[in-house]
C-alpha cells in the first residue's frame, strides 16, 4: 500500500464530474486504489475521501465515520454510489475536508439518506445512513460532482477561503 498524495483546492481535478467506474474496471488494480485511498485517509487522519481527491477522476469513495474508541473501524469502499432517498429532516454539522485543510464551516444536508452502491467484488448494497454517516456520505458524493463543502457556504466566505487555500498552496510549493 501507499499513501497518495491529497488536492488542495483550487485545482479544476475537484471541480470535474467523475466517470462511472465500469463493471471490467472493478479489477485488482481498482482494489489497490481502494487500499491506498484508505491509508490515505487513516493517516491524514480523515473520516471520507473521493478518488477526484487524489487526482482520480472515478466514481468510487471510502469512509470510515466511527469514532467511539471501543467500537472496531469500519472501512467502506463505495463504487458508483447514488442517493436514492433523502429525509425532509435536515442537520447541521461543522464540516472539514482534507483537501481545504483547517478550514471548518457548518453546512446543513439531509439528516438520513438511502445509498446505493457497489463493493470491489462487484455486489450490490443499499444502506440507510445518518448522524455523522449520513453527512460524510453526501459530502464525499459531492466530490465526484465536482462539489466542495464550501460551494454551500456565502460567496464572501467562499472566496476568504479559497484565498486563504492559495497561499497555503504556494507556500507549500515553495518549502
Ligand atoms: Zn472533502
Known amino acids: 500500500m501507499a499513501l497518495k498524495s491529497i488536492l488542495i483546492h483550487p485545482d479544476p481535478r475537484l471541480k470535474s464530474v467523475a466517470d462511472p467506474v465500469s463493471a471490467s474496471e472493478v479489477d485488482k488494480a481498482l482494489r489497490r486504489l481502494a487500499d491506498d ?3 490515505t485517509m487513516y493517516d491524514a487522519p480523515g473520516i471520507g475521501l473521493a478518488a477526484p481527491q ?3 477522476g472515478k466514481r468510487l469513495l471510502v469512509m470510515d465515520c466511527v469514532k467511539e474508541e471501543n467500537t472496531p473501524p469500519r472501512p467502506m469502499v463505495l463504487i458508483n454510489p447514488a442517493v436514492t ?3 425532509e429532516n435536515l442537520n447541521t454539522y461543522e ?3 482534507l483537501s481545504i485543510p483547517e478550514q471548518y464551516a457548518d453546512v446543513e444536508r439531509p439528516a438520513e439518506v438511502e445509498v446505493i452502491w ?4 462487484g455486489v450490490t448494497h443499499t444502506e440507510r445512513f445518518d448522524g455523522l454517516w449520513a453527512t ?3 459530502h ?3 466530490h465526484l460532482n465536482g462539489k466542495l463543502f464550501i460551494d454551500y457556504l456565502k460567496p464572501l466566505r467562499r472566496q476568504i477561503i479559497t484565498r486563504k487555500m492559495v497561499k497555503l498552496k504556494r507556500e507549500q510549493a515553495r518549502a
Open 118 to 121: 457497489i463493493d470491489l467484488e
Open 54 to 56: 487524489v487526482g482520480v
Open 95 to 97: 464540516e472539514g475536508c
Open 85 to 87: 432517498w433523502s429525509s
Open 37 to 39: 485511498m484508505l491509508e
Open 136 to 138: 460524510c456520505v453526501q
Open 140 to 142: 464525499e458524493i459531492d
